[in-house]
């Protein structure tokens, strides 16, 4: 025992001389407070269903743009979206420091399932991209032009995200701003008060703080101070504003603002979606076109859980022990490498990704469910639910390479878990499960195994009562 | 989530813990408080036990806990941070300013109060447990719901930031 020992067994006591009297025996609220906590993520699962919904829809029933008989003009929803970056950068190998502003025009033919997005960065340059398929799950894009968009970074470490990256084209709000991600219903917690974005609009405020550390090359751990807003328009959810606030005291400063300027319905010329001229970026296989797979029943090797996919009961000692039990007991990755999301608060839902040793990866969302613990509510990307006739629940599998067999299990309305397997190997398709109705779809798990029975994909969510 | 309100924020339907609950409390209810001040400080920590018994008392693995003393402290850690991040919004936007929230104790001096309020919430159950009762990391991580690792971890973190002001 030593000085230093000494003096902070001094400093805990009188800290802890210093309690209050205990409180009197408290009276409990009844078990429905629980659903105060869950009300967001049944939001995020409802909103995955209602993409992945549409998305199966769509492949089922391939409905034509809507066009207007007389003049060949197809309906479109039309949206602009300005972007402002600016980077202050006291670091050590600063990247893109000063100001950076972008535009974002995006034409949204949900019905024809087509979709441009021309970029405008403040250099002059142009990008521009045309996807096709689904919004969130485009089956081919186009492109030509390159972004000029130079992220702000301290050597490796980006500070902000370029929205015109990726695959998928931005579209800024519901049904769409990303399937993955949860947004300001999620997150964050709303201000009282009255608020107004930028430009002046009536508006609800939903803001996250989190407070972290970083560690810089030379070892210096520093705080790292984040705040994101969300302005709402109060009719229709939509988010008129984001700004997403970064600061690391003395080494950066960052603040990226997103605003929606214009978002109408409008009727344009179908040459504005014509993929002529561009070059073909990417071309995938949604793996759906109108073949059935019928699913056989087998006895279901795991229980899905009741408020989360999985685990039931839920876990209590937190994000990595919960990520590590998945891996295990459902995956049977044994040596996952678990990596948490180094932004996500301690106590805040977090994105973990999963590494097994052969290098498959996936990504799971875990959430603390008040003192119940902690449940895991995405798997992967939103599972493609759909209704096959007679209203089977039908699913849309990933096209997974290695995947000969996906193995599905269900946790129905009334808490039972069921499960069905099918043969995946050279056969894209629609699988459904025969007699189990897709409203009767409470929690969803698909995994993938390769011949020799080994999972190497999955996917999950939630979605009915 | 209230971060101050107490039971007395929730209104409407209320139901009284059942005579095993009400007992387990009043039993560890000290403890827990003692512990809640380490978190959080001596003005709020009761509302955070009141607040954490409501909470783990209305869950489902209460009924079925084989250590509900553990689960009681487990649950005022989580509504510590449950509280800390509440704090922290609440001042964030109000001050606009991105320092961690005051350690309010006057029989502390101010540069240890600041060095205690730079520490998790994880952190100062660690410090609080190990050095309150003597436990050893292992109770502590049961108490705490993690590893001895990162009882161990956080701790030497901890030992770190306030040996500045200590020594």
New interface residues.
């Given amino acids: 025992m030593n000085d230093f020992d000494d003096r902070l067994r001094q400093l805990v006591r009188t800290i802890g001389e210093a309690a209050p009297p205990p409180p009197q025996v408290p009276d409990l609220p009844p078990p429905a407070r629980r659903v105060s906590w869950r009300g967001p993520l049944i939001a995020l699962a409802a909103f995955a269903m209602a993409i992945v919904v549409f998305g199966v829809a769509r492949l089922l029933f391939s409905p034509g743009s809507e066009t207007s008989g007389d003049t060949g003009l197809v309906t479109v929803r039309q949206q602009v979206v300005e972007i402002t970056l600016v980077a202050e950068l006291s670091c050590d190998q600063p990247v893109g420091a000063g100001t950076s502003t972008l535009r974002i025009e995006t034409w949204a033919d949900f019905g024809g399932g087509r979709f441009r997005q021309l970029a405008t960065y403040s250099d002059g340059s142009v990008r521009d991209r045309i996807a096709l398929g689904d919004l969130n799950y485009p089956t081919e894009t186009y492109a030509k032009g390159q972004s000029g968009l130079v992220v702000p970074a301290c050597g490796d470490d980006l500070l902000a995200g370029d929205p015109t990256s990726g695959p998928n084209v931005m579209f800024f709000n519901p049904p769409t701003e990303s399937p993955n991600a949860p947004g300001y219903r999620q997150l964050g917690t709303i201000v009282p008060g009255e608020h107004a974005d930028s430009t002046g609009r009536p508006a609800l405020l939903y803001s996250q703080v989190i407070d972290g550390s970083g560690v810089a090359g030379d070892g210096t751990e520093f705080q790292i101070h984040q705040v994101t807003d969300w302005y709402v328009d109060e009719a229709t959810g939509d988010v008129l504003e984001k700004t997403f606030e970064q600061t690391a005291a003395g080494r950066y400063e960052v603040l990226q603002t997103i605003v929606v300027t214009a978002d109408e319905v409008t009727e344009i010329d179908p040459a504005t979606l014509s993929t002529d001229s561009y070059q073909q970026e990417w071309s995938g296989d949604d793996g759906s076109r109108g073949l059935r797979i019928d699913a056989e029943p087998v006895q279901p090797s795991l229980r899905l859980g009741s408020s989360a996919i999985w685990p039931e009961p839920l876990e209590f000692a937190g994000s990595r022990v919960l990520a590590r039990r998945f891996a295990e007991e459902v995956l049977g990755w044994h040596s996952a490498v678990i990596t948490l999301d180094p932004e996500a608060g301690a106590d805040a839902p977090t994105w973990v990704t999963l590494v097994d040793g052969q290098g498959y990866e996936l990504e799971i969302l875990v959430t603390p469910v008040g003192a119940d613990g902690w449940g895991i509510f995405q798997i992967g990307d939103p599972t493609g639910l759909g209704v096959a006739p007679l209203g089977y629940a039908s699913i849309a599998p990933e096209a997974v390479p290695a995947a000969t067999q996906a193995t599905i299990h269900v946790a129905d309305s009334q808490g039972a878990t069921k499960a069905w397997r099918a043969d995946v190997a050279e056969r894209p398709g629609i699988i459904v499960l025969p007699n189990f109705q897709a409203s009767s779809v409470h929690t969803l798990l698909v995994t993938y195994q390769d011949a020799d029975g080994y999972t190497v994909a999955a996917s999950g969510g939630q979605f009915g009562p | 989530m209230s971060a101050s309100g107490?039971?007395g924020g929730?209104l409407?339907?209320?139901?009284?813990?059942d005579e095993t609950s009400?007992d387990l409390?009043?039993r560890h209810?000290?403890e827990?408080?003692?512990f809640?001040?380490?978190l959080v400080?001596?003005?709020e920590?009761?509302?955070v036990?009141?607040d954490?018994?409501?909470?783990?008392?209305?869950?489902?693995?209460?009924e079925r806990a084989s250590n509900p003393r553990a689960?009681m402290f487990?649950?005022v850690l989580?509504e510590a941070?449950?509280f800390h991040?509440?704090h922290?919004?609440r001042f964030?936007?109000e001050a606009r300013v991105?320092q961690?929230e005051a350690f309010e104790?006057p029989?502390?001096e101010p540069e240890?109060a600041a060095a205690?309020a730079r520490l998790?919430?994880?952190q100062r159950a660690v410090?609080?447990l190990t050095?309150?009762d003597d436990l050893d990391a292992r109770t502590v991580a049961v108490l705490c719901?993690?590893?001895e690792g990162t009882v161990r971890k956080q701790l030497g973190r901890a030992?770190k930031k306030?040996?500045e002001v200590?020594?």
């Avoid at chain 2, 409407?12 to 813990?17: E, N, W, Y």
């Avoid at chain 2, 018994?53 to 209460?62: E, G, I, L, N, Q």
């Fill in positions: 107490g039971v929730y409407g339907l209320m139901v009284v813990m009400a409390f009043s209810a000290a827990l408080t003692r809640a001040t380490g400080g001596p003005s920590a009761a509302d036990v009141a954490a018994m409501a909470r783990v008392v209305a869950s489902r693995v209460w689960l487990r649950a989580f941070r449950m991040r509440a922290r919004r964030s936007r991105s961690r104790m029989e502390i240890v205690v998790s919430p994880q410090v609080f050095y309150w719901g993690v590893s030992r306030l040996r200590l020594t």
